[in-house]
């Protein structure tokens, strides 16, 4: 998932899914700090995962990868 916004600062993709936290560039803005801690937890709870992932440009790309479905 991508979006053009200002980006996050690599130096706090650790901290972007926790809830509340709003990353300094943000706190001007609308928002709450829960829309990625919503992310990792709903991936989590179907075993998978969330994370920031490096991208060229603008705007952050966070990244979810599932296991494989039993069939």
């Known amino acids: 998932v991508r ?4 980006g996050i600062p690599e130096h706090e993709w650790g901290s972007v ?4 936290y709003r ?8 928002g709450s700090g829960l829309g990625l ?3 990792r937890h709903v991936a989590n709870s ?5 994370q920031v992932i490096a991208q060229n440009g ?3 790309a ?4 599932f296991p494989p479905l039993d069939e």
């Open 3 to 6: 979006d053009r916004g200002p």
């Open 17 to 20: 899914f926790e809830r509340f």
């Open 23 to 30: 990353s300094e560039d943000a706190r001007s803005s609308p």
């Open 37 to 39: 801690s919503i992310v």
């Open 46 to 50: 179907f075993g998978g995962t969330a």
């Open 58 to 60: 603008p705007g952050t």
């Open 62 to 65: 966070v990244e979810l990868s």
